[in-house]
């Protein structure tokens, strides 16, 4: 079993930056691949961005793609959402995923259900 637990949540004026972190606890060693995803209000929850274990491929949603970073520090069994040049559509809940599998595929990476643990969400709010 893996633990994860976040930080860094925030109001945030629009054009500013942020930096989302998780921590991950346990089983440390099964996970396979790390992930953020957001939920708006009345949304469904959408991909953001992920980052594989060994930390050599990232992807991310066309929407934060230039302007958010994705990145992981293994010693410390972390992974970091750097978020620049915020809109206000990018107000939302946001939740750190980890999977134990290390399938990397569009899809696979996209998809909720290929992550095992998810943290507990953080709110992103962006002011206009």
């Known amino acids: 079993q893996v633990q994860l637990v976040q930080s860094g949540g925030s109001v945030v004026q629009a054009g500013g930056s942020l930096t989302l972190s998780c921590a991950a606890s346990?089983?440390?060693?099964?996970?396979?691949?790390m992930g953020w995803f957001r939920q708006a209000p009345g949304k469904e929850r959408e991909f953001v961005a992920a980052?594989?274990?060994?930390?050599?491929?990232?992807n991310y949603a066309d929407s934060v793609k230039g302007r958010f970073t994705v990145s992981r520090d293994s010693a410390k069994n972390t992974v970091l959402l750097q978020m620049n040049l915020l809109k206000p559509e990018d107000t939302a809940v946001y939740y750190c995923?980890?999977?134990?599998?290390?399938?990397?595929?569009?899809?696979?990476?996209?998809?909720?259900?290929?992550?095992?643990?998810w943290g507990q969400g953080t709110q992103v709010t962006v002011s206009s």
């Open positions: 995923a980890m999977g134990s599998s290390r399938t990397w595929s569009f899809y696979a990476i996209r998809d909720g259900g290929q992550y095992d643990w």
């Open positions: 346990g089983r440390t060693g099964t996970i396979g691949k």
């Open positions: 980052v594989s274990v060994g930390g050599s491929l990232d």
